[in-house]
């Protein structure tokens, strides 16, 4: 093979190698949530110190970071479209005593389960629907499903369910 054939063979193999890697990052998998009519949620009620409204948006970005990380297992182009319709947070709000002013605080303990409803969407890059479904997801008791490194990750016994359900369904 001459050697200017050689390069344009190389050039060619390395230019096509782009583009399929561009592609391949271009359009990476995406999770679109909607939260449909919060306000008639079970319970998503902030403790002390909080406000209902910036309560709501850290729990829907802790949600949505969450399931984007499960997203990128899924092929480049796809697209998971949830609506929630109801959620449970694990443990229960309880006001605490004097000391710390009478707080608001959430208490998790065995008895207090997580619960989400929502419909979802699978869209594959062509905006296919390749799977849907109604979900009800329930978390064991909560108490002993956290292990010690998640104890101050915010909801974590919410995303540990999601992440049970992506892997059992999704993936």
Known sequence: MSPSKFLLRKTLMFT?????TSVAFANPPSVKITWSNPDD????????????????????????DHMNKLATDLAAGSVLEMTVTNLTLAGDLRT??????????????????ARM????????????????????????????SINPTSKNEPFAIEKKMLSRWFNKTIK
């Open 16 to 20: 096509l190698l782009c583009i399929f």
């Open 41 to 64: 949620y079970k319970d998503i009620r902030a403790s002390s110190g909080e406000s209902e409204q910036t309560f709501r948006q850290r729990l829907a970005g802790n949600i949505q």
């Open 96 to 113: 605490s005593g004097a000391r710390s002013g009478h707080k608001d605080i959430r208490i998790v303990k065995d008895g207090y389960r």
């Open 117 to 144: 409803s929502f419909s979802y969407q699978l869209l594959d890059a062509a905006g296919q629907v390749t799977k849907q479904g109604e979900e009800k997801l329930q978390s064991p008791l909560s108490g002993p």
